[in-house]
Each structure stands twice: as structure tokens, then as C-alpha cells.
């Protein structure tokens, strides 16, 4: 039983499925996630371990080898790399691909807890696997107050309403300052009663803590028994009763104070707290970007004079301007190749049949999209834009050959089903090599893969679909709406003058044709020395992983000197904070120093700048120059500190990738000072190189560090160890935290301390009173140690738990991977998908030609019903010798050839003028594409038949 019986039979049971998954698309459509880039997934864990006070080679040995040494026998670990600051340490673990990740986050969890007990305390250890929800997709800046009332209505007042949208993954909260309860001992005083700091943390931390003691039962009611001891201001704590009748008032100060400063955030300029909002995997960034935006327009009445929230990060924005985009150069793309398609058919129903294919393609694509968890971004829509082209093709030449046998019978349903069974092979093996062609980018592995791997997919998705539908509704549209009389009749106006011209052209090419064959071994040569041509200008061409975008905002990474204050890294930023404002087109900013955007260890020296720009549409240079701009002005303002631009998207998929700089030269050795001695002279040649910019050498600087060397002989006259005197001392300088007290909704920590004018000035450090707990003698700490400044490494790279050998292989493998699977190359891929497609076709036509066909029935009638039946004029009348029959399959196949070219490349062309946001990532691939199509068409039409004809031998050859 033919297909086309099998149709008739069930034509309502299809017109209904088709109905029900098209539907199903339209409504999946309006519900599919969109967001910049594919979901994606990597194989990454990372440890940040913070909170110490240790110097950088202290953290090596003490919080990073041993957490190194735990999670280096979790299963599917391929490579351990670590980064040691003063007092943090950050760790990324890789995985072998295909590794189940939620198991090995589970199993890193578990040995980090096994070793925790082990590390200094008052460690704060995160660990997450890397995705992109730890990046903002929305960040606010809460302006106009003073630091710490800023960071309280950040942390308690909105955070809990964002937390409350659903797909909304983390709500972070940074601020300068944080409260906290400051009890300012005098240290003399506190010596003369023979108390250490300790001591008095204590004696408050047991009289404020809260506590049930037993439970009564009286009238019928169980009462729990609770101590009401909680303080809840600075008064409770100063009235604190120490011992015999001394309270923390006679020997401390008791004031509400904050937290000391480790970290600066800025809005434009000024304090500020900043909100940073992450979406959930798979949520959807434009619905998440609404409800967050609701909710702070809800919340700014309410906010105290002065306080206002402003925008300084909106991916939604961008994916918003990109999706709008990509789909009005997918709706301008199908206008045109209907339009082209009506020049070459001239005629209305046949046209519309194969344009129907067009918006049911895509709506079954996108359900069939959303049932394997694709989402709207980039590479999905870029991929259905490029599709246009494509699905169109299969319609057009089922229909068209429909026609073709309508033409030469009158039974109908005979005509369409021999017209439906002749090309179900033909069409099938065209459309399956295309679909070979890209599939095989799916098969990618790492960042690259995951970016492809939407494309192939989508694309695939929509070919095979688009072939589905021409071998089954397009037959039963045809049988309805095509009649003889509607194939038969004549065309006039404006596409009468188009047959003419067209007719024209098929003249001008068999006579182009003819003359071709008559030089097989030049027209060899001259292909020949095209690809030579192009594997040089191959290697020419700039490569890269994605394109350049104008996202619409940047961030700058900056780094003064290792162990520069905190005050001083304010100040000079506040420089460059001054020059983005005055850059008109910048419309807000938001500075972390102390932090920066995602997951990792930070020092005080470093920070980052995110720059929101104004729209495209009202400033006057894109972000590329913008950027060069405000570099030139800050190298010129600040020498000394060094920056970096890059834009937020670029940023994350490097920082996700474990690559955070486009390019690294690692060197390895025994000795470190060796290796950073051969880096400084290094990197001046390395700064000629063209293209580069933002260059370091990968020395950190040294960072001051005031050595206490403690005499154990005179710390034992007085009944203290080394320990006791460090722990004395780290009780006074950098306090002892003592309980915590409740102010309305929030708890406020305490923590008691010696006064600034002691623990900021060296010169009085040496009078800082130590006292003995078990004895309680007085003795100043410059009788029991002494201080040195010593200039110290500020940052310690920990070598992998894997051998070098191992590491270095690892690392140019993920170069070669990076260099060979660039945006470029998947572009010339996806232009070869074109070509060898419509090679194949041409190719299929002439082997339906060979030259024992002149001399049977059947293939004398085939020769004349393809010259006959086709929509233009056939060449001129000559006798069938095999030479003609090969013009005229050529020239068969040649309306078809071009019509699917002018097609794709009309549905390409709102792409490949590069308008709207995101048209950078998808102009690449279109301008690739076109490229494609336009050589392969001469290629097709007289090198493949060239080609055939020589390799035939003399039978095929022009007599």
C-alpha cells in the first residue's frame, strides 16, 4: 500500500494530529523559558572556605592542602586547582563529563564536613556546583541612607519578598556595613580586675543567653519554663553584672556600632547596599526580571526619605531586544522566501501549500523543543531562523511535482500518489544529509558542546519535521486545493516578466553548461585551487569562542597593589567612579571592592565595577569604544592600578568554563620565585602581540605583614604558652564575639574588642596589657613578643593534587578544544550543510540520467517529461544524446537549485544585516551561511556535473 492510500484513509486522524501539535506549539510558545543562552551545565564544583585571619601561606597549609587532599578521591575528579588569599581560600574541582553532578556535589559536601572539624575555626565554607544561577540576572542598588540602614532594608525587608518568586534561585545581599554591638574594653582597666577579653565575652554571652528550664503544668495549660535574661539595646548589655558587683559598664564602653569594614559597596558613587537576584535552572528570566520588578516598584513607597532603589543590571532587557529581534528577522526571512517562491511557481496555491509548511514546522518544533528541555535563547531561535530556508524546500518539491503529474493525467488521486511515492527517497536522503551534516555538533563536549548542541538539536528537530509534514499534510492540501486548471493556467503581470527573465537565465546556463564540458580538467583546477585559496585564508581569519555582543552593560575588574588599605584601593577607585560618571553614556554603576560578581575568594585589593549603559538608541559609541574610552582615562588617572573589561556574559561563561581569561600561559617548575622571575621577563614581549590587551604577568605583590614573634621564655615566667599569648592577643585586636541580642525582627551580634586607637596603631600595640588567666598576671606585649614587617606573597596558587604532566596535557588539550571549536568553525559547518545538500541534489538528478537511459522507453520518457513538465521552458529541441540529457537534468535540477538557494538566503538575510539586540552571535552564522550558498551554487550547477562527466568517461562528454 502506497503512503499517499495510507493518508487518504486517515486524513482526518492526521489533520487533527497536525492540529493538536501545532496547537500545542503555540501554547508551549507562550510558556517556553527564554533566556540568553542555553541551559547549561557544567562539570564544575567550587570551594570557597573564608573567615580566617591567616596570611597566604598559612591558608595553603592550614584550610586549602587539607580540603584538597579530600575532595582529590571523590570519584570522577579529573583536576584540582586552588587559589589561597590572606584568610580565604578557593578550590574548583572538574569532573569527567557524563559524571553524575548532583551525586559528586553530595560527595564533596560530605568530605568537606569529614575535615571541617580540622580547620581553623569560624570558617565559612560554601560549596556549590558552578551553573549559571550563581551569576545576577537582575541586580539593584539600594541608594541614599547610611550604610548599614541601607544593608537592613536590603537583607530584611526586600530580600524576603524577592525569595518568594517562584524561579528565583539566590537573593544576595551585599553592603559595607553590616551591625553589630561593640563592647569597647579599656585595657587597663580590664587588667586591673585580672580579666582577658575572653573572660568578659564570656560573663556576657552566659548572662544574655536565653534558655528553657523545665515545664509546669497549672489550670489545665503546659507552661514552658524559659529565663528572661535577653537583652535587646546597649544599655541591657552595659548592665550586665560581671562579678562581685562589677558590671561591663565600669570596665567597657557599650555602644551600636558595625562590623569591621573588609568590603566597600557603591552605587554611583555613593554607599549603597546591592541585591543581586539568580534564577533558578530552567526558570524563565523574563517572567523572573516582571515579578522582581513589581515588587520593587511595590516596595519604594514604603522606603524610608531619602532611600530609592535603582537598576543597575537587567539581563531581561537584552534577552527581551534579542528575542524580539531574532523573531522579526524570522517573520521578515519567511516573507521573503514565500515571495521568492511565488516568483519561481507562479502560483498562488501552490506557494501557499509550501508556505503552510513554514508555521507548522516551527510551532511543532518548538513543542517538541520544549518536551526535551530547549528553552527560547539564541542559539534555539537562530537555529529555526536559519530553518526558514530549509523546511520550505521539501514542500515546494512535493508540491511542485504534485503539479508536475496533475498535469499528465487526469485521475487525481493516481497523479498524487506516483508524484508522492516518486520522491519520498530523493527527498528523504536530501533532507537526512543535511540533518548529518549538523548533528554531529551535538556531540560536543564541554562549553562549546552545550552552546552547539541547542543549535544542532533545533535544527534537526525542524528539518525532520518539515520532512514529516511534507510526506503527509502537504499531499492532502494538494489533493483539496490543486487542480489541472490551477497548474495549467497562465501567469501575467509582473511574474509573467519574471518566467521571462527566468526562462532567460535557463538559456544563458545550458549554453553556460555546454561550454563548461568541454574543459573538465580546468574547471578541476580551478575548484582545486579555490580550496587551496580557501584552507590559507582559513587559517587568516580571527577566531574565538563567541562573538563580540554589545550586552548593554560591562564590568571592569580592578587590582591595586597587594596589601594595599582598604581606604586607600576606596580611594583610587573612587577615581574611576568619577570618570564612568562623567561618560555620557553610562547610566548607573555598582562597585564591589572586597567582592566580586559570583563565587570565589576576594581580597581587599580587588573588586569589580558593573556599568549599566543607556539604550543603544540614545548614546552615541556601542560598549566596544565606550570601554576603550574609560581604559585610556583610568591608565592615565590610576597607573597603578590594574584593570580589565569585560562584558557580564562573556564574564560568567568563563568564569562557568574555569578559562576566566581568554588566554593563560601556565609555567611550571620547582622553585616559584624562579617561575615569576621568567614571567617579569616574559610578559614585556608578550605585549606586542596584536590584539592583546588587559595583559598581567601573574605576579602577585608582596603584602605586608607585621611578623609577632613571641618569647617563650618569658610567656612561660608568666604561665602562658605561645598559644595563650597569640589568643590572648587575637581576643583584643580582632574581638571575641559574645552572643547576640534582638533589635525587632533581626539579631545584632556582640563582640568585644580593645578600642580602635589601641588595635589600628602599631606604636601602642606594644603597651597592649596581656593577662594570664590562670594566674593572672600583667605583662605588655612587647615584654612577651616582638613585631617585624616583613613583605609577604598576598596570593598563593596551590599546586593540583594530579601530576604536572597530567596538567599541562589537560591544559593544551582545552586550548586545541577551544581553538577548533570556535564560533567560526561551527559556521563554516553550517554552511557546508548547505552545500553538500544541494551537491547531493544535484548529484541525485544525475544519476537518475545514466547514459543506458537514451536507450530504453522509460528513459526517453523521463528525459521528456522532466523537459516538458517543468515550470520553465526546457532548453531547445535537440536529439536526447547523453550529453543533453545531462544538460537537461542540470538544468532540471537548477530551478530547484536556486529557488531552495534564493530561499535560504532570503530567510537569512534580516539576520545577516546584524539589526537589533543579540544580532551578533547570529549574524556570524548567517553571513556563513549566505557564504556557503553563493559559492556552492556555481559549484553545483558546473563543477558537480563537470565532475560527473569526467568521471563517467567519453559517453558523457559533448560530442
Request: hydrophobic fraction near 45%.
Amino acid at each position: 500500500m502506497k503512503l499517499f492510500d495510507i493518508l487518504s484513509r486517515q486524513q482526518r486522524l492526521v489533520y487533527l494530529l497536525v492540529a493538536l501539535l501545532s496547537a500545542a506549539g503555540v501554547w508551549k510558545a507562550l510558556r517556553l523559558p527564554s533566556a540568553i543562552y542555553p541551559e547549561l551545565r557544567f562539570s564544575r564544583i567550587t570551594i570557597v572556605a573564608q573567615g580566617s585571619t591567616l596570611g597566604a601561606r598559612q591558608v595553603v597549609f592550614s584550610i586549602t592542602r587539607p580540603l584538597e587532599e579530600a575532595v582529590s578521591i571523590v570519584p570522577g575528579v579529573t583536576r584540582v586547582r586552588s587559589h589561597s588569599i590572606r584568610g580565604a581560600s578557593e578550590i574548583s574541582i572538574t569532573f569527567a563529563p557524563g559524571t553524575n553532578m548532583d551525586q559528586a556535589l553530595q560527595l564533596v559536601r560530605a568530605r568537606v564536613n569529614q575535615v571541617q572539624s580540622a580547620l581553623p575555626t569560624n570558617q565559612s565554607i560554601e560549596v556549590e556546583q558552578l551553573t549559571p544561577s550563581l551569576f545576577p540576572i537582575v541586580s539593584y542598588n539600594v541608594e541614599g541612607g547610611e550604610p548599614a540602614t541601607l544593608y537592613d532594608l536590603a537583607r530584611y525587608e526586600i530580600k524576603p519578598l524577592i525569595s518568594r518568586v517562584p524561579g528565583v534561585g539566590r537573593v544576595d545581599v551585599q553592603g559595607s556595613d553590616v551591625r553589630e554591638l561593640e563592647v569597647i574594653a579599656d585595657p587597663g582597666r580590664l587588667a586591673s580586675q585580672g580579666m582577658t577579653y575572653a573572660d568578659l565575652a564570656d560573663a556576657i554571652r552566659r548572662a544574655i543567653t536565653v534558655q528553657a528550664v523545665g515545664r509546669v503544668a497549672q489550670d489545665y495549660r503546659q507552661y514552658l519554663i524559659v529565663t528572661d535574661q535577653e537583652a535587646h539595646a546597649p544599655d541591657d548589655i552595659g548592665a550586665v553584672v560581671i562579678r562581685g558587683g562589677l558590671r561591663v559598664r565600669d570596665v567597657a564602653s557599650v555602644q551600636l556600632g558595625t562590623e569591621d569594614h573588609v568590603r566597600i559597596i557603591a552605587g554611583d558613587g555613593k554607599p549603597a547596599a546591592l541585591i543581586n537576584v539568580t534564577r533558578q535552572v530552567g526558570g524563565n528570566t523574563l517572567a523572573l526580571a516582571d515579578s522582581v520588578a513589581r515588587i520593587m516598584a511595590t516596595v519604594a513607597p514604603s522606603l524610608p526619605p531619602g532611600v530609592h532603589l535603582k537598576p543597575v543590571y537587567d539581563q531581561a532587557e537584552l534577552v527581551r531586544e534579542a528575542v524580539r529581534s531574532v523573531r522579526d528577522a524570522m517573520l521578515i526571512g519567511a516573507t521573503l522566501a514565500v515571495i521568492v517562491l511565488l516568483v519561481f511557481l507562479r502560483h498562488g496555491r501552490i506557494t501557499a501549500i509550501s508556505a503552510a509548511s513554514i508555521p507548522l514546522t516551527l510551532a511543532i518544533t518548538v513543542f517538541i523543543m520544549s518536551m526535551i528541555g530547549q528553552t527560547f535563547n539564541l542559539m534555539t531561535l537562530g537555529a529555526m531562523a536559519i530553518a526558514i530556508g530549509l523546511v520550505i524546500d521539501d514542500a515546494v518539491v512535493i508540491t511542485e511535482n504534485i503539479a508536475r503529474h496533475l498535469r499528465l493525467t487526469t485521475d487525481r488521486l493516481q497523479a498524487i500518489r506516483a508524484a508522492v511515492q516518486e520522491l519520498i527517497w530523493p527527498v528523504t536522503t536530501s533532507t537526512l544529509t543535511t540533518v548529518v551534516v549538523f548533528l554531529p555538533l551535538g556531540l560536543l563536549q564541554g562549553v562549546v558542546g552545550q552552546f552547539f548542541a541547542a543549535l544542532a538539536t533545533t535544527l534537526t528537530v525542524a528539518v525532520l519535521a518539515s520532512l514529516v509534514l511534507a510526506l503527509t499534510i502537504i499531499p492532502l492540501l494538494a489533493e483539496q486545493f490543486v487542480t489541472a486548471h490551477e497548474v495549467e493556467s497562465t501567469t501575467t503581470g509582473p511574474l509573467a516578466r519574471a518566467q521571462r527573465a527566468l526562462d532567460a537565465l535557463g538559456s544563458r546556463y545550458e549554453r553556460a553548461l555546454a561550454a563548461v564540458l568541454h574543459h573538465t580538467r580546468r574547471i578541476g583546477a580551478l575548484a582545486l585551487g579555490f580550496g587551496v585559496a580557501g584552507i590559507i585564508l582559513m587559517r587568516l581569519v580571527g577566531t574565538g569562542f563567541l562573538p563580540e555582543m554589545d550586552e548593554g552593560a560591562f564590568v571592569l575588574d580592578y587590582w591595586t597593589p597587594g596589601g594595599t588599605a582598604l581606604a586607600e584601593t576606596n580611594r583610587q577607585v573612587g577615581i574611576v567612579e568619577q570618570i564612568l560618571a562623567a561618560t555620557p553614556e553610562i547610566s548607573g554603576t555598582s562597585r564591589r571592592t572586597g567582592a566580586e560578581l559570583g563565587l570565589f575568594a576576594t581580597a581587599q585589593n580587588t573588586g569589580d565595577l558593573v556599568a549599566r549603559l543607556k539604550p543603544s538608541n540614545e548614546r552615541s559609541r556601542d560598549i566596544f569604544a565606550v570601554m576603550d574610552g574609560v581604559r585610556d582615562e583610568v591608565n592615565a588617572a590610576v597607573p597603578r592600578l590594574r584593570i580589565e573589561f569585560v562584558q557580564i556574559l562573556s564574564d560568567v561563561v568563563n568564569d562557568l568554563a574555569g578559562n576566566p581569561k581568554p588566554v593563560e600561559i601556565k609555567l611550571f617548575g620547582e622553585r616559584l620565585d624562579t617561575l615569576e622571575a621568567y614571567a617579569q621577563r616574559l610578559a614585556p614581549d608578550l605585549e606586542g602581540v596584536t590584539g592583546l590587551e588587559d595583559m598581567f604577568n601573574g605576579v602577585a605583590e608582596p603584602s605586608p605583614e607585621l611578623m609577632m614573634r613571641i618569647n617563650q621564655a618569658e610567656a612561660d615566667r608568666i604561665g602562658m604558652t605561645p598559644e595563650d599569648v597569640g589568643s590572648a592577643v587575637s581576643a583584643a585586636l580582632l574581638g571575641t564575639e559574645a552572643g547576640e541580642i534582638r533589635t525587632e525582627d533581626r539579631p545584632v551580634g556582640v563582640r568585644v574588642r580593645v578600642p580602635d586607637s589601641v588595635r589600628y596603631n602599631p606604636l601602642r600595640l606594644r603597651a597592649l596589657p596581656v593577662v594570664a588567666s590562670g594566674t593572672g598576671r600583667v605583662t605588655p606585649l612587647g615584654s612577651l613578643a616582638t613585631f617585624n614587617a616583613v613583605p609577604v606573597t598576598s596570593s598563593s596558587p596551590s599546586a593540583p593534587t594530579n601530576d604536572t604532566g597530567a596538567t599541562s596535557s589537560t591544559i593544551k588539550g582545552s586550548t586545541k578544544d577551544s581553538n577548533c571549536t570556535t564560533m567560526t568553525a561551527q559556521t563554516l559547518t553550517a554552511a557546508s550543510a548547505s552545500t553538500s545538500s544541494r551537491a547531493r541534489k544535484a548529484c541525485c538528478w544525475l544519476s537518475y540520467c545514466p547514459p543506458s537511459t537514451t536507450r530504453t522507453p522509460a528513459g526517453a520518457g523521463w528525459a521528456r517529461s522532466a523537459r516538458c513538465t517543468s515550470p520553465m521552458t526546457p532548453p531547445s529541441e535537440r536529439p536526447l544524446t547523453p550529453a543533453v540529457i545531462a544538460i537537461i537534468c542540470c538544468w532540471f535540477s537548477r530551478s530547484r537549485l536556486m529557488r531552495a538557494t534564493l530561499c535560504t538566503l532570503f530567510g537569512l538575510l534580516p539576520l545577516a544585516l546584524g539589526i537589533g539586540a543579540g544580532s551578533e552571535l547570529q549574524r556570524p552564522l548567517a553571513l556563513a551561511v549566505i557564504g556557503g550558498l553563493i559559492l556552492s551554487t556555481p559549484i553545483t550547477l558546473f563543477a558537480v556535473p563537470t565532475l560527473l562527466v569526467a568521471i563517467r568517461g567519453a559517453d558523457f562528454r559533448l560530442r
